[in-house]
């Protein structure tokens, strides 16, 4: 599996001196295409943190991140929104989705975002919803949905731009055991079926059954790295 | 047109209803206040403007074309000594009582001007015609006034400054923008009423030969005739519509209500956007951590700020038509042109995308990782 997105030696420092907290404190991690990678720790460990310096959300106070061969720390602020458009999808926690759109507007905003529009979008859109097994709730608006299918909405809208990385924040907290494990599922067939990398920041233990590899953070350092397959294989 | 900008606005509808609200008040107050100035500057100036006369002879130093005062009338035959000048009329403007049936009196202003050549003659007859004044004691007043003056219809009597006035017609739209209903007479007729012997006159209205250049004539009559002062039509115009509207404060008021329209408009409109703005930061942030840029936000919140304008323009000018048709039965002139119309339109525009300006500093400053946090 190629390294796909490649962290060096990364520092993000809140405050100077000796009041400096290092919320991420040198970690250096590669993510290969087709694997689904699993960051875990306790609360402050500095998972999320972390998540949103690999989605160029935040700036990293020093250190390397190189998206598919590209260095991203270096960019100008206002080259990052091209590239998490280009690179990443984003899957949140709360689900994040636009309550005045429906679940096919939903999807369909992403794909504006990449200036596909009309009846392409459309197209494109329901395909996605057909793909997290939602094309009979196209029309709902989210307030009308159970937290599993808005979180397959999410997923949905977070493939629309085609990226080769999906970074998920906590995807099954706020969700019932099947639907949990539904939209893992789902996350599981990105990496296999569509050789995509996916990262997900969890507490949940049930989301380690999908886990190609296992990064575990403490106070922001990389405290252990469990390969799964290769565990898999050893007990086998 | 952004579909996210479409659904915000109208997914949220009580905070559409407070913004419209807003947006139909302030301009509803603006177009108000505007007509009405409009209207002040129209019937301030409607006499002098109306009057076909080119230049004015007039006492020295009077404000405006209400405030004249006697001179004179043999200087009459020094001015039509100049060279250029066709005729020279006496002319007289004066405020008197008008005694109504009941017996209680209404301010007038008498206008006496010369019937033969329709110097300064009203401009529109809806009832009877200016060659009805020739005969004695007649005069023309507004039809808007009838009730006012206590008149149905022609041949109705009242007194004037305890002269009597017979009414043989009506004008149409010849409105005072005092309190005080102009009415016509002869220059003759209206001796009696306004108080002045034979011997004097109030203006002399002067019409100059054709070819001949105002501002010459003008220069040659003030070189003739001594201790009066003379003015072209557009001189008188601006004098008195400077008079009025900027001297006494009026017009400046009025000014002054619109423009505060405006800025209630404006604050009230910034209001509701940015609350709507500050409702809606965590979906801005989605899409900034999606990969949106500025530009995309810039678009969504101003299209939904022009979109309100857009609604709430429709609905002020349903509004203030009505009201505009409602002053017509009143004394204040409020006036809708479409010139104004299409200002206030772009007006409003500019006040809801001004008001947007702070929602979008709001919404392009928003930290994306804010998305993670729950």
Redesign the interface.
């Known amino acids: 599996m190629s390294v796909i997105l490649q962290i060096r030696d990364l520092y993000k420092t809140y405050g100077e001196g000796a009041s400096a907290v290092h919320a991420v404190n040198g970690v250096t991690l590669d993510v290969k295409r087709g694997e689904l990678l699993v960051l875990m720790g306790p609360s402050g460990s500095g998972k999320?943190t972390l998540?949103?310096m690999m989605?160029c959300?935040?700036r990293a106070s020093t250190g390397s991140i190189c998206v598919e061969g590209m260095e991203t720390t270096g960019l100008a602020e206002?080259h990052l929104?091209?590239?998490?458009?280009?690179h990443?999808g984003?899957i949140?926690?709360?689900f994040?989705l636009?309550?005045?759109?429906t679940s096919l507007?939903n999807v369909?905003?992403?794909l504006?975002?990449k200036k596909i529009r009309g009846s392409r979008a459309r197209q494109r859109a329901l395909e996605l919803l057909t793909q997290v097994g939602l094309t009979d709730k196209a029309h709902e608006f989210p307030e009308n949905l159970s937290g599993g299918q808005k979180q397959r909405i999410a997923i949905a809208?977070a493939l629309a731009?085609d990226p080769h990385i999906v970074l998920a924040?906590e995807p099954t907290a706020a969700l019932d055991s099947a639907s949990g494990r539904k939209v893992l599922e789902i996350l599981h067939e990105l990496t296999r079926e569509q050789n995509r990398a996916v990262v997900v920041v969890t507490h949940d233990p049930r989301v380690l059954d999908y886990a190609d590899r296992i990064v575990k953070l403490e106070d922001g350092r990389v405290a252990e790295e469990i390969v799964c397959s290769a565990m898999k294989e050893v007990v086998s | 047109m952004?579909?996210?900008a479409l659904?915000?606005l109208?997914?949220d509808k009580v905070r559409l209803a407070v913004t419209l609200t807003g947006v139909v008040f302030a301009l509803i107050l603006m177009v108000i206040q505007f007509g009405l100035f409009l209207g002040f500057l129209e019937t301030s100036g409607n006499v002098v403007e109306h009057s076909g006369i080119d230049l004015w002879i007039t006492a020295p130093g009077i404000p405006h074309v209400n405030g004249g005062s006697p001179i004179p009338e043999r200087r009459r035959y020094k001015a039509m000594a100049a060279e250029g000048v066709d005729l020279v009329k006496p002319y007289a403007f004066l405020f008197a009582n008008w005694k109504l049936p009941s017996g209680a009196q209404e301010a007038v202003q008498v206008v006496g001007f010369d019937v033969d050549s329709r110097l300064g003659a009203p401009w529109d007859i809806a009832e009877g015609s200016i060659d009805d004044l020739r005969g004695a004691d007649t005069v023309l007043i507004d039809e808007h006034y009838k009730k006012k003056l206590g008149v149905k219809g022609i041949g109705d009597t009242a007194e004037i400054n305890g002269h009597r006035a017979r009414v043989v017609g009506f004008t149409r739209g010849v409105l005072s923008f005092t309190t005080a209903p102009y009415v016509y007479a002869s220059f003759k007729n209206s001796l009696d009423y306004v108080q002045l012997t034979e011997k004097d006159t109030i203006f002399f209205a002067v019409r100059v030969k054709p070819g001949f250049n105002r501002q010459q004539v003008k220069a040659a009559v003030q070189a003739n005739v001594h201790g009066v002062d003379v003015y072209t039509n557009e001189e008188m115009l601006d004098k008195t519509r400077s008079y009025w509207v900027i001297s006494t404060g009026a017009g400046v008021t009025t000014l002054m209500g619109a423009v505060l329209g405006l800025l209630v408009g404006m604050v009230v409109v910034a209001q509701t956007i940015y609350a709507a703005t500050v409702d809606h930061l965590?979906?801005y942030g989605?899409?900034?951590?999606?990969?949106?840029?500025n530009a995309?936000l810039y678009r969504v919140i101003l299209q939904q700020a022009l979109l309100s304008a857009l609604m709430g323009y429709v609905l002020a000018m349903g509004v203030s038509w009505f009201v505009v048709e409602g002053s017509k039965s009143g004394d204040a002139v409020i006036l809708m042109p479409p010139a104004m119309i299409a200002a206030v339109f772009v007006l409003a525009l500019v006040m809801c995308a001004g008001a947007s300006i702070l929602s979008i500093r709001k919404a392009t400053r928003i930290d994306?990782?804010m998305?993670?946090r729950?």
């Open positions: 999320t998540l949103s989605g959300i935040l206002s929104p091209k590239v998490r458009l280009e990443f984003f949140f926690q709360g994040n636009f309550p005045a759109l507007e369909e905003i992403a504006d975002l809208r731009g924040d | 952004s579909k996210l659904r915000n109208f997914h965590r979906e989605t899409l900034k951590a999606m990969g949106a840029n995309y994306p990782a998305v993670f729950a």
